[in-house]
């Protein structure tokens, strides 16, 4: 018997022994088998895996930047920098010529065309609003217009809606060679006595000329039009404005019919003094280095002149399927870093108050925008540009008065508003 109990007890001895040495060890009271347990929290999974990847995005841009400008390099500097940041958005940027460039993305976009959008300055904001060619986008910048200035604002901004992403604020001054002009003219009358004696003077013409000219206007105490848009200029100062053009053409000063071709003329030296605007800044700092100087229009007899001013927006086009896609954009290139660039390397003003520019010549022009006179959208005022650049081309080559030349403006502005 004994022998028989000692038997077992080897065996059951063997078989424990074995299976701990298969790495199965025999359950124990104190050693209960382990549950099972639920995933911690912590291995869930990531949110990235969980999300679909965000969808691919082509965004068509125009510009009308001149072409090789310092405001061209810009925008391909800030649309690669955005496409670097947005691996899912492609952007496509077109430069189109600035004189073709209202009426190419109007036509296209009355048409069911066009881009994704466009930047340029408030010109025809009014008009292509009222053409339906433009998308309000309040409901897409809601919450995001913080640190844009209430000018800039208001200049994208027709009939209570926001048309724009705004950006940069735009006038003209008197450019002029410190080497040439130490002092540049503080009123109309300084600018003459210049010119005849022998100082060069730029001057854009023709059908630029309602622009680049506007700020005489309130020099020499005239109006073009009244609260309802009736056409006023023949009522005084308008016409004194006129003859002094008239005086400056006499004395030798050249009107443009291209502004380009001022451009040039200046940055060649060719000239002392020209009328453009800040969209130039950098190019001619390029050429005349130090030598380059910026002061406001000269005052007239009746008060300071107040150039028009403008403000550059990003503006969207109601037939695009990526509009939150283009404002994204355009907030990205108008924010503070990107006006910034703006300011720094093309010489524009930012219509933001948190951008400081390092360049004194920039914040001269913030200046001259600052006192200028805010560009109109009335459906009336359309109707101003093509009568009153008539008039100059007609007083400046002497085949009409200045009287009968801006009486005719005003007969033909009136006309067509049906005033």
Same mark, same amino acid.
């Given at each position: 018997m004994k022998k028989t109990l000692w038997t077992l007890l080897s065996l059951v001895l063997i078989a424990s022994v074995l299976l701990t040495a298969c790495g199965t060890p025999a359950p124990t009271a104190t050693q209960p088998p382990a549950a099972?347990?639920?995933?911690?929290?912590?291995?869930?999974?990531?949110?990235?895996?969980?999300?679909?990847?965000?969808?691919?995005?082509?965004?068509?841009?125009?510009?009308?930047?001149?072409?090789?400008?310092?405001?061209?390099?810009?925008?391909?500097?800030?649309?690669?920098?955005y496409q670097a940041a947005n691996p899912n958005v492609k952007v496509n940027v077109l430069e189109i010529p600035f004189d073709q460039l209202f009426n190419k993305y109007e036509t296209d976009t009355a048409a069911g065309g066009g881009p994704d959008m466009f930047t340029a300055p408030n010109d025809n904001l009014g008009n292509e609003v009222r053409a339906g060619v433009i998308a309000p986008i309040d409901d897409l910048v809601a919450g995001k217009l913080d640190g844009y200035t209430e000018a800039g604002i208001n200049g994208v901004t027709v009939d209570g809606k926001i048309y724009a992403v705004p950006g940069i604020a735009k006038a003209v001054g008197l450019y002029y060679n410190k080497s040439t002009i130490p002092t540049p003219p503080a009123t109309t009358d300084d600018l003459l006595s210049l010119v005849k004696s022998g100082k060069k003077l730029g001057l854009v013409g023709d059908g630029g000329a309602p622009y680049f000219l506007w700020g005489f206007?309130? @020099?020499?105490? @005239?109006?073009?039009?009244?609260?309802?848009?009736?056409?006023?200029?023949?009522?005084? @100062?308008?016409?004194?404005? &006129?003859?002094?053009?008239?005086?400056?053409?006499?004395?030798?000063?050249?009107? &443009?019919?291209?502004?380009?071709?001022?451009?040039?003329?200046?940055?060649?030296?060719?000239?002392?003094?020209?009328?453009?605007?800040?969209?130039?800044?950098?190019?001619?700092?390029? #050429?005349?280095?130090?030598? =380059?100087?910026?002061?406001?229009?000269?005052?007239?007899?009746?008060?300071?002149?107040?150039p028009m001013m403008?403000?550059?927006?990003? &503006?969207?086009?109601? $037939?695009?399927?990526?509009?939150?896609?283009?404002?994204?954009?355009? =907030?990205?290139?108008?924010?503070? #870093?990107? =006006?910034?660039?703006?300011?720094?390397?093309?010489?524009?003003?930012?219509?933001?108050? #948190?951008?400081?520019?390092?360049?004194?010549?920039?914040?001269?022009?913030?200046?001259?925008?600052?006192?200028?006179?805010?560009?109109?959208?009335?459906?009336?005022?359309? $109707?101003?540009?093509?009568?009153?650049?008539?008039?100059?081309t007609a007083v400046v080559s002497g085949t009409a008065t200045p009287a009968d030349a801006v009486k005719t403006a005003c007969e033909n502005m009136n006309k067509a508003n049906g005033k």
């Open positions: 099972t347990q639920p995933p911690a929290a912590t291995e869930a999974p990531t949110q990235a895996a969980t999300e679909a990847p965000a969808a691919q995005v082509e965004l068509t841009i125009w510009h009308g930047y001149h072409a090789g400008g310092s405001e061209e390099a810009t925008i391909n500097q800030i649309a690669s920098d206007w309130s @020099g020499f105490g @005239g109006s073009i039009m009244d609260d309802t848009g009736k056409c006023v200029a023949d009522q005084g @100062g308008i016409v004194d404005a &006129y003859q002094f053009f008239k005086d400056l053409a006499d004395a030798g000063v050249t009107f &443009y019919n291209a502004e380009g071709d001022m451009d040039t003329a200046f940055r060649q030296g060719e000239l002392d003094m020209a009328v453009v605007g800040p969209w130039v800044l950098g190019d001619f700092e390029k #050429d005349l280095g130090d030598k =380059l100087g910026v002061a406001p229009l000269p005052a007239g007899p009746k008060g300071p002149s107040m403008g403000i550059d927006g990003w &503006y969207i086009n109601p $037939n695009s399927a990526n509009q939150q896609a283009a404002v994204d954009f355009a =907030l990205f290139a108008f924010n503070k #870093d990107n =006006l910034t660039l703006y300011a720094n390397n093309a010489g524009d003003p930012a219509a933001r108050t #948190d951008v400081v520019p390092t360049d004194p010549l920039v914040k001269a022009f913030a200046d001259v925008a600052a006192g200028g006179f805010p560009r109109p959208q009335s459906k009336e005022f359309g $109707n101003y540009w093509g009568a009153f650049g008539d008039a100059v």
